[in-house]
Nanobody, 124 residues
Framework: QVQLVEFGGGLVQAGDSLRLSCAAS????????MAWFRQAPEKEREVVAA????????SYADSVKGRFTISRDNRRNTMYLQMNSLKPEDTAVYYC?????????????????WGQGTQVTVSS
């Protein structure tokens, strides 16, 4: 069992930056691929970015490429999402997820474990 807790959401203005963190309970954190998802009101959940077990491979949704950076620190059991040049359309609840398969996570949107989410609101 892996428990995930997100931190760092808030209200910012367009163009600002924000960093989200996802803390994992498991000492087997490095065994899981990790990803950030988001869900805006009345929209389906979408994947934002994913990172492999070692951090050596990352993938991004087209909408955030060049603005967001995903990373992880396996010594601290923590994953991060650095969000720059934020836009109002980035407003959503952001969730972190863990899965044994990187492909299932990023392509299939299938996570084995999920956090409770943190709200990010970007005002224009």
């Amino acid at each position: 069992q892996v428990q995930l807790v997100e931190f760092g959401g808030g209200l910012v203005q367009a163009g600002d930056s924000l960093r989200l963190s996802c803390a994992a309970s498991a000492r087997t954190f490095s065994s899981y691929a990790m990803a950030w998802f988001r869900q805006a009101p009345e929209k389906e959940r979408e994947v934002v970015a994913a990172v492999s077990r070692t951090g050596g491979t990352t993938s991004y949704a087209d909408s955030v490429k060049g603005r967001f950076t995903i990373s992880r620190d396996n010594r601290r059991n923590t994953m991060y999402l650095q969000m720059n040049s934020l836009k109002p359309e980035d407003t959503a609840v952001y969730y972190c997820a863990a899965a044994g398969s990187y492909t299932d996570l990023f392509r299939g949107h299938r996570g084995d474990y999920w956090g409770q989410g943190t709200q990010v609101t970007v005002s224009s």
